[in-house]
């Protein structure tokens, strides 16, 4: 079973930055999907960005430019820098990782971007 454990979350104050870190129970190394989405309150999960094996990104449009979703195959973490918060980035974030057939979340981990 392949545990997914998010980190880096917390309260911060509009136009600031945090680095979400997702930590995987087994090696990424090969050809992985990894991912963030998030789930603000009564609105679905939506994907946030998205990184394939070889590099790969794929961003929603309300954060391009800002957000930035990078890999370290040797610590096996996905990570995503968040920079120019808004309020409407507020928001439960999840990690993901689709394996071939297999897909695995995250607990998730909130982000609250207030002054």
């Known amino acids: 079973q392949v545990q997914l454990v998010e980190s880096g979350g917390g309260l911060v104050q509009p136009g600031g930055s945090l680095r979400l870190s997702c930590a995987a129970s087994v090696s990424i190394f090969g050809t992985y999907i990894m991912g963030w989405y998030r789930q603000a309150p009564g609105k679905q999960r939506d994907m946030v960005a998205l990184m394939v094996t070889g590099g790969s990104t794929n961003y929603a449009d309300s954060v391009k430019g800002r957000f930035t979703i990078s890999r370290d195959n040797a610590k096996n973490t996905v990570n995503l820098q968040m920079n120019s918060l808004k309020p409407e980035d507020t928001a439960v974030y999840y990690c993901?990782?689709?394996?071939?057939?297999?897909?695995?979340w995250g607990q998730g981990i909130q982000v609250t971007v207030s002054s």
């Open positions: 993901r990782l689709i394996r071939g057939p297999d897909n695995y």
